[in-house]
């Protein structure tokens, strides 16, 4: 059984800045092949595509996070990142991280919250 946790999230300023990591164990043992995700839900809201990674790491990106989000990953950690720039009222939600190869795995989600 695969199995992520992601950390990370918090409360941050309008146009602050955060970094979410997500961590990959258990029956995930080729990280790498694996095409690694975030998505968020924002409260009555359905979840919505953030940013996905490809195992030769080619990226995608929501518009509305272009240019201020950017994913990554350590395949040596079998990690993920999500580097968060340019934080909005409109980004808060709770971010989950996925893991698809054949199989879709999910993460519990990290609250990130935007408020002066």
């Known amino acids: 059984q695969v199995q992520l946790v992601e950390s990370g999230g918090g409360l941050v300023q309008p146009g602050g800045s955060l970094r979410l990591s997500c961590a990959a164990s258990?029956?995930?043992?080729?990280?790498?092949?694996?095409?690694m995700g975030w998505y968020r839900q924002a409260p009555g809201k359905q979840r919505e595509l953030v940013a996905t990674?490809?195992?030769?790491?080619?990226?995608n990106y929501a518009d509305s996070v272009k240019g201020r989000f950017t994913i990554s990953r350590d395949n040596a950690k079998n990690t993920v990142y999500l580097q968060m720039n340019s934080l909005t009222p409109e980004d808060p939600a709770v971010y989950s991280c996925?893991?698809?190869?054949?199989?879709?795995?999910w993460g519990q989600g990290t609250q990130v919250t935007v408020s002066s």
């Open positions: 996925n893991a698809r190869f054949r199989q879709s795995y």
């Open positions: 258990g029956g995930i043992f080729s990280f790498s092949i694996y095409t």
């Open positions: 990674i490809t195992s030769v790491s080619s990226t």
